[in-house]
Each structure stands twice: as structure tokens, then as C-alpha cells.
């Protein structure tokens, strides 16, 4: 079955770069997504790649994907105190509809001044 | 444009009540599904539906029930809640393959 697995915490100070990583057990992966979460608010999707790409970047947000190793991470340059959320990555099988997605526990990101 | 509509947003209900949390979407997607998140979980599929008529069971479909008569409303029905239900309730939709899901707000729900 699908497994995925991301760190529960990350601190970083403000206008450093973060990176937050994620691993997936399933090979057939086809679309992998990165999501946001505020308190109390629901999941905005940041950005998301498919499985034949290695990189994609989008203004401040990087992502790289490490098919080989089954590992996804998710760079934001310049973090702002506006970045603190939790961050979720989750991923669609090839066996998948477009309604089932996998997510993983989320990491929290912390923004320090 | 509202997107995906949950309603209501809070509630509180006793063990054995029965409720249904609604959701609607104004983007003539397909795809919807329903998501449970509780602390250090991530999100779980409850149920899902690829069209009007069509549902199935997700990751923990059990105590919940759906229906999909319409391609807007998706709603979820606990017929006897219990605590263990306790969570907040994310209603998701997606045109389809390669798009990605568009998430509610979600609905936070107790069961005392």
C-alpha cells in the first residue's frame, strides 16, 4: 500500500531557505503535490509535480524529485513569518483515482526572527 | 466562484446523534472525496466518488456513509456518532487526472 512519511517540525529563520522533505513507498506514483495549511483554515495547494519531472520552480517554491529514492522535497527561498503552517505532501498512485490521495503527516514550519 | 463549500463549520454533538455535514462545489468537477485530519495523522480518505452515482470506500469508510445524487453536492452522513469521530472533515473535488484537489474549509466536529 501507499506510505507517506515527512518530519514533524521545522524551525528556520526568517529570509533563510527551507526545505522540507517527504518519502513515498509507492513506485507507480504519478502526481506527487505539495499543500499548506494555516490554523484553522482549510489545505491550499502550493504546487505539484508529475512523476517524469525532476525539478519544478514557481516564483520562491522549488521542487525536487528524487524518483530513484522515492523522495520529494519542497525548498522555499527567502522564508517569511507569512510561510509558518503546516506543509503537506501527498501523492497519487497510478492505480489511484483522482480522488484518492495519500498524505503524509504534514510538517510544521516554524518561522523565527 | 465559491469553490468547495463545507457546511457547517463547527458542531457538537452527543454520542449516538446522527448528522450529516454537507458539501457543494461549483466547479462541475467529477471527482470529490472526504477527508478526516486528526493530530499527527495527515489526512485519511473516508469516502470517495468519481461521478454522479458512483461512490466508494476509502481508508476508514467505517460509521460514515455517502451518497452522490448530484455532481455538486457530495454530502456525509454519521448515522450514530461516536467519539472516536471526533476530528475535522475535509471535502475535497478535482476535475480529474493531473489536477490537483480543490480543499474545503473543513468542518470541525466533537462528539461528547
Known amino acids: 500500500g501507499e506510505d507517506v512519511e515527512q518530519s514533524l517540525f521545522l524551525s528556520v529563520r526568517e529570509g533563510d531557505s527551507s526545505v522540507i522533505n517527504c518519502t513515498y513507498t509507492?513506485?507507480?506514483?504519478?502526481?506527487l503535490y505539495w499543500y499548506k495549511q494555516e490554523p484553522g483554515a482549510g489545505l491550499q495547494l502550493l504546487t505539484y509535480?508529475?512523476?517524469?519531472?525532476d525539478m519544478k520552480q514557481d516564483q520562491r517554491l522549488t521542487v525536487l524529485l528524487n524518483k530513484k529514492d522515492k523522495h520529494l522535497s519542497l525548498r522555499i527561498a527567502d522564508t517569511q513569518t507569512g510561510d509558518s503552517a503546516i506543509y503537506f505532501c501527498?501523492?497519487?498512485?497510478?492505480?489511484?483515482?483522482?480522488?484518492?490521495?495519500?498524505f503524509g503527516t504534514g510538517t510544521r514550519l516554524q518561522v523565527t526572527l | 466562484n465559491a469553490g468547495v463549500t463545507q457546511t457547517p463549520k463547527f458542531q457538537v454533538l452527543k454520542t449516538g446523534q446522527s448528522m450529516t455535514l454537507q458539501c457543494a462545489q461549483d466547479?462541475?468537477?467529477?471527482?470529490m472525496s472526504w477527508y478526516r485530519q486528526d493530530p499527527g495523522m495527515g489526512l485519511r480518505l473516508i469516502h470517495y466518488s468519481v461521478g454522479a452515482g458512483i461512490t466508494d470506500q476509502g481508508e476508514v469508510p467505517n460509521g460514515y456513509n455517502v451518497s452522490r445524487s448530484t455532481t455538486e453536492d457530495f454530502p456525509l452522513r454519521l448515522l450514530s456518532a461516536a467519539p472516536s469521530q471526533t476530528s475535522v472533515y475535509f471535502c475535497a473535488s478535482t476535475r480529474g487526472a493531473g489536477q490537483p484537489q480543490h480543499f474545503g474549509d473543513g468542518t470541525r466536529l466533537s462528539i461528547l
Open positions: 501527498a501523492e497519487r498512485a497510478l492505480t489511484g483515482t483522482a480522488s484518492k490521495l495519500t
Open positions: 509535480i508529475f512523476s517524469n519531472m
Open positions: 509507492d513506485s507507480s506514483s504519478t502526481y
Open positions: 466547479m462541475n468537477h467529477e471527482y
